[in-house]
């Protein structure tokens, strides 16, 4: 008796959670409980993305920053309009770039020469044959002569 009691229980309490994360959704998914009126720069913002009202408390948009940090921003506000306009382009200009570099790429057959002018070039020596050096101090100095 005790144990179809404590079956049935246990049977009770896994349906009642599994109604519960159905209805509510997994809360850890959400991450903007709520919207901050914080607003940064539009040039630090790498990406977004849209977080929907049906399984969270609010609908937001989670904007995120060079520096890897989250801000969530209400969708209808105007900072945020333009904070996705300028993402959106942002994300077309570096798709055409890409395409472009690819058709060069793929096009081209020359192989670049190389360049030895920078291997060749004269260094600068001092009087005695040795490469000039920065003067940091007399103490720096008199040391990388003991050095040298």
Same mark, same amino acid.
């Given at each position: @008796?005790?144990?179809?009691?404590?079956?049935?229980?246990?049977?009770?309490?896994?349906?009642? @959670?599994? %109604?519960?994360?159905?209805? !509510? /959704?997994?809360?850890?998914? *959400?991450? *903007? $409980? %709520?919207?901050?009126?914080?607003?940064?720069?539009?040039?630090?913002?790498?990406?977004?993305?849209?977080? &929907?009202?049906?399984?969270?408390?609010?609908?937001?948009?989670?904007? !995120?920053?060079?520096?890897?940090? &989250?801000?969530?921003?209400?969708?209808?506000?105007?900072?945020?309009?333009?904070?996705?306009?300028?993402?959106?382009?942002?994300?077309?200009?570096?798709?055409?770039?890409? %395409?472009?570099?690819?058709?060069?790429? &793929?096009?081209?057959?020359?192989?670049?020469?190389?360049?030895?002018?920078?291997?060749?070039? $004269?260094?600068?020596?001092?009087? !005695? /044959?040795?490469?000039?050096?920065?003067?940091?101090?007399?103490?720096?100095?008199?040391?990388?002569?003991?050095?040298?």
């Amino acid at each position: @008796m005790k144990l179809s009691l404590a079956l049935a229980a246990l049977l009770c309490f896994t349906t009642w @959670m599994s %109604m519960v994360h159905a209805t !509510h /959704g997994p809360i850890g998914n *959400c991450l *903007c $409980p %709520m919207l901050s009126k914080t607003r940064v720069k539009v040039e630090r913002i790498v990406d977004y993305t849209n977080q &929907s009202e049906g399984i969270c408390p609010v609908a937001a948009i989670i904007f !995120h920053t060079k520096t890897g940090k &989250s801000l969530c921003s209400d969708p209808n506000s105007a900072w945020a309009r333009r904070a996705k306009l300028k993402v959106d382009e942002e994300r077309k200009k570096k798709t055409l770039k890409e %395409m472009r570099q690819n058709e060069d790429e &793929s096009t081209s057959d020359v192989t670049p020469a190389a360049s030895y002018a920078s291997n060749n070039a $004269p260094k600068r020596r001092g009087r !005695h /044959g040795r490469r000039r050096q920065r003067k940091k101090s007399r103490r720096g100095r008199k040391w990388l002569r003991k050095r040298a």
